[in-house]
Each structure stands twice: as C-alpha cells, then as structure tokens.
C-alpha cells in the first residue's frame, strides 16, 4: 500500500475517533481502513493504536507519530499547492537563451513589458550565438534562427528573420546610392564577422526567384551587429541586418533603405522549449506572448 494513503488514512481515524467515521470519510470501506493502518504497525514494528469494540487510544508511539504524519501530510499538501498555483499563475525564474542581435534590440523590450505584467517572475536572459544544449545548461525557453536540428525540443514558429540593406544619407550623398547587387563590391560594407578575418564575406540577394550572391569588402568587421549599426549610422559603409531593427532607423531618418527591389537572406525562427505534460505558467505565457510579438502576420 501506498504510505502516504496510510498515513492519511490513519490521522483520519485518529482525528475521527473510529474507522468507521474515518471509512465514511473517506469512500472507503472500515475493513480497508483497518488494513492501512495494520500495513503501517507492521512496517514500524509498533502499536500505534489499541482498539476495543468501543473505542480506540493512541499508544506514546502513535501520538507521536500522529503529530509527525500531520506535519507530513501537510507538507505534501503545500507541495501540491505550489505546483499547481506555479502551473496556473506564471512566477519564479525563467532562464531563456536568444541569438545575441535578436536578443538585444527586439528581444528585450519584449522582456520588459513581460516582468510588468507578471511581477512575480524573474527573468536570467543569455544572448548568445553559440550552440547551447538546455537540458545540459537549464534552459527552459530557446530562441533559435535557421533550420533547425532534428530534437526532442517542441518548436513553434516565429515570423522569418529577414535582412535587408541600408546606410545613412551623409554616406549615399557622398558615395552614391547602389542600383544593384553588383555595385556593393566598389562600397565600404559593414561586414558581420565571425572572428575569422580570413574568411571572405558573401551577401546573399534574390529577385524574381533568381539568386546573386556578392562578395563585400570594407575596412570595418565586427562580431557585434550593434556596432556596425552605430557605424553606420555614422556614415562608415553599408550594413545588412535585421528588418525589423532597421525599419526604426529608416522611420527616424538615420539610415536609408537601399536595393529595395532586391529581397535579402531569409531564414525561420523559432522558439523551442523543452517537452513537458503541463508547461508552468510562466513558461506558457512567455511563449504565447513571444508568439503573439513576433509571430507570423
């Protein structure tokens, strides 16, 4: 028999005064429970109570282990209050992993109006490009761009990550404005790097289902995409980056869109959680809200 059934069933009897109150009480029959509680003394050793047809008393070890069931039970019972209220009211930490350039300029304005609207949840945000593993490394939301990975991870979809071109107005009044593709390899590009200075740079363009890949040169790289933006901004080159980022510069006249018949790389997002019978609150409402944000139109 189950032993928290038994010591359930025996704070009832003691509490009730009999196993008959106790069968009534809980949907069972006197004779079940006078097997838990014979189940319990047989596992301890012990008497815990001494029955007469009329009534029944606790012996020392059974008033003692009466109170200490008590405390147990109640404890189970304040488990199962938590759990449940951590799956139906989002609190407690959230550790999510994103792509560093998505992180950082949509990502987390998304994550500010969240904690407002769920004060009892804390967020531990990694922005980072690497491969992570979150089962491993205790990640319970992942944002990810490209194809993904064959996984045991459940994925919804996010509207595709798209790129396109700009540079600022000081930069195009003194260099030109690029009509094609073709026309980047004589302009200062902003080229994201990875580290590797060696390897050459492509930008990837398409128009009317046919694909022109360019190769780019400029005297700045960088690993970080907020800093080319800033340089671009100051007039330094070209940039290619995220749509949605670079819509904002263009509305606020610090960046110019350019090749604009031309649709650059695209590639699907998606964020991914671990898979669980019931997802916490918090988890629930991050991901529906994130979908909501960011998810296709």
Same mark, same amino acid.
Request: with cysteine; net charge neutral.
């Given at each position: ?23 009534? &009480? ?113 990640? =319970? ?13 459940? &994925?919804?979809?996010?509207? +595709? ?5 700009? !540079?600022? +107005? !000081? ?70 980056? +995220? ?5 904002? =510069? ?14 650059? +790389? ?14 916490? !609150? ?16």
């Amino acid at each position: 028999m189950d032993k928290l059934t038994s010591m359930g069933v025996f704070v009832k009897s003691v509490e009730l005064g009999s196993f008959v109150a106790a069968s009534q &009480a809980i949907g069972i029959s006197p004779q079940m429970v006078a097997k838990h509680i014979a189940g319990l003394e047989m596992s301890l050793g012990v008497t815990l109570l001494n029955r007469t047809t009329r009534r029944q008393n606790l012996t020392d070890i059974g008033r003692a282990y009466y109170e200490r069931c008590k405390r147990v039970l109640s404890e189970v019972d304040a488990a199962d209050f938590l759990a449940e209220e951590m799956l139906s009211q989002p609190q407690g930490e959230l550790r999510i992993s994103a792509p560093m350039t998505f992180g950082t300029f949509s990502l987390v304005p998304f994550v500010a109006n969240y904690l407002s609207r769920y004060p009892k949840v804390t967020i531990n945000l990694s922005l980072s490009d690497r491969f992570v593993d979150p089962l491993e490394e205790g990640f =319970e939301v992942l944002i990810r761009i490209g194809e993904l990975a064959d996984s045991s991870l459940i &994925a919804r979809p996010l509207a +595709p990550y798209k790129l396109i071109v700009c !540079a600022s +107005p !000081a930069y195009l009044a003194e260099r030109g404005i690029p009509q094609t593709p073709g026309d980047l390899v004589s302009h200062a590009c902003l080229a994201y790097s990875h580290g590797n200075s060696s390897m050459p740079c492509r930008w990837i363009f398409s128009r009317q289902g046919l694909t022109q890949e360019v190769q780019v040169i400029g005297r700045l790289r960088s690993d970080n995409w907020k800093a080319l933006l800033h340089a671009a901004t100051e007039g330094l080159g070209i940039t290619m980056g +995220p749509e949605d980022v670079l819509a904002k =510069e263009i509305a606020a006249g610090r960046l110019v869109r350019i090749l604009p018949a031309y649709e650059g +790389p695209s590639r699907p997002m998606n964020v991914l959680y671990p898979p669980n019978r019931r997802p916490t !609150a918090k988890i629930r409402s991050f991901i529906d809200g994130l979908v909501e944000e960011f998810g296709p139109k």
